[in-house]
């Protein structure tokens, strides 16, 4: 009786599934959470049939089909647009222009690249916030995207530098934060990162009028990612609402203990993260870090082939966590970078684009877009200007007029 009950709701599902779409968020979520259920509604029924009778069966089984409701009540809350995160992968994406690497003001007027002319029209109140003499580890920036308010973090400048920033981010504590008596522990380098810009971050939202109960919503890719869920979390603490928010090739940010944090913090607000089934960033992370916070939405190829919303607890073997899905160890930067590209045009780390009359070192200033002097000369030496580091050239030209140092992107 209760074998044919359970593998006929299991069959109902996966007829539902068959006929849906990929991006149908209900009947991928029930097919988890249900059948999962189901399936200890049938370990349970077998105990007590056998123990305690059938009377108490059947209220184990009507305990468990609550649990299953629930389940599936949360499934219709969430729900995954595309079209929304599209439009935040952009502004993760400009968020790499600017300093140290490219001109403050083709960010400031929406004309560094293909990340701006999508956010041109729509992007207001663009603030740049990061540490004075800090560029690149701890950017970010905000401003009202379609009139609401958000905050995107930039991720590491290089794929080399971020599996390297990854594994070296020793976990330390997170102030204020624990969970049953365990210590909420998050990468140290996230955390400073988030510190270091936190008082920028809160004027800049000040500024653009974000008050708390407006709340802001919070995107980044790569580590930048990490540092958005880290902001989340903080932000929340400040009693700023978090909106439905997107992340992108996000490592794992903390432990069990800050997983449970954020969850009960957070409640039911949408945190969509995105991964990549070739991205070996989203397997990384600090040591202690076995979960990730937010609900993945997997993508096995491209965008086209479609995509799967998989369940909280990440133990789909249909998801990121498939003993199938082997690619991440034999993949590279593309698969990191190549988030929504066929819709999006270009990579989410290469969405930047030197002004050319700046990048020739034309443009009229004396200082470099990381606000330093303009030193270097081509040839080096010439008017007492200085060579460039290795691996980056110097834009000025040809002559004795003194230009930047510029990193190969």
């Known amino acids: 009786m ?7 709701l299991c069959l109902l599902v996966a007829a539902a599934e068959t006929g849906a779409e990929n991006n149908d968020v209900v009947s991928a979520l029930a097919e988890e959470e249900q059948c999962n259920l189901s399936f200890r509604q049938l370990r349970a029924a077998r105990t007590l049939d056998s123990k305690m009778g059938q009377e108490q069966a059947d209220n184990v089984l009507a305990a ?6 629930d389940a599936a009540s949360y499934s219709e809350k969430t729900s995954y647009n595309e079209k929304e995160a599209l439009k935040f992968a952009h502004l ?6 600017g300093a140290p690497t490219y001109h403050t003001e083709d960010l400031e007027s929406l004309d560094c690249g293909p990340a701006c ?39 590491t400048s290089s794929f080399s530098s971020a599996i390297a920033d990854v594994k070296s981010a020793f976990p330390v504590a997170l102030p204020h934060c624990e969970f049953k008596g365990q210590q909420c522990m998050v990468g140290a380098g996230f ?7 936190k008082k920028h971050i809160l004027k800049a939202l000040d500024e653009l009028g974000c008050g708390k109960s407006a709340g802001v919503a919070v995107t980044g890719h790569s580590l930048g990612a990490a540092e958005a869920i880290v902001a989340m979390y903080e932000l929340k603490l400040l009693g700023y609402n978090i909106r439905t928010s997107y992340t992108f090739g996000q490592p794992r940010a903390g432990n069990d203990a800050f997983v449970h944090a954020f969850r009960q913090a957070l409640g039911d ?30 993508y096995r190829g491209e965008t086209h082939e479609g ?3 998989c369940p909280r607890d990440e133990d789909s073997l249909q998801c990121s966590a498939g003993a199938a899905d082997i690619r991440w160890m034999f993949s590279g930067a593309d698969d990191h970078r190549d988030y929504l590209r066929e819709l999006m045009g270009y990579r989410l780390s290469g969405g930047c684009r030197q002004n ?3 990048a020739l070192g034309a443009a009229p200033g004396t200082v470099c877009p990381d606000g330093s002097p303009k030193a270097c000369t081509n040839p080096p030496g010439v008017n007492g200007g200085t060579s460039c580091p290795l691996m980056q050239f110097c834009n000025a030209p040809l002559g004795g007029a003194k230009g930047c140092c510029v990193g190969f992107r």
């Open 307 to 309: 995509y799967k919303v």
């Open 92 to 97: 993760a994406a400009a968020a790499y222009c």
């Open 64 to 69: 468990t089909d609550v649990a299953a409701d």
């Open 191 to 197: 955390l400073d990162a988030f510190n270091r810009n």
């Open 117 to 155: 002319s999508h956010l041109a029209g729509r992007l207001t109140g663009l603030r740049l916030i990061h540490a004075p003499g800090d560029n690149d580890a701890s950017y970010s920036i905000a401003g009202r995207l379609d009139g609401e308010c958000v905050l995107g973090f930039r991720g």
């Open 2 to 8: 209760h074998m044919h009950r359970i593998f006929s």
């Open 356 to 358: 050319l009359q700046r």
């Open 269 to 298: 607000t949408s945190i969509f993260r995105l991964v990549h089934a070739g991205d070996p960033i989203v397997k990384l992370g600090p040591g202690g870090a076995l979960r990730h916070v937010g609900t993945e939405v997997f």
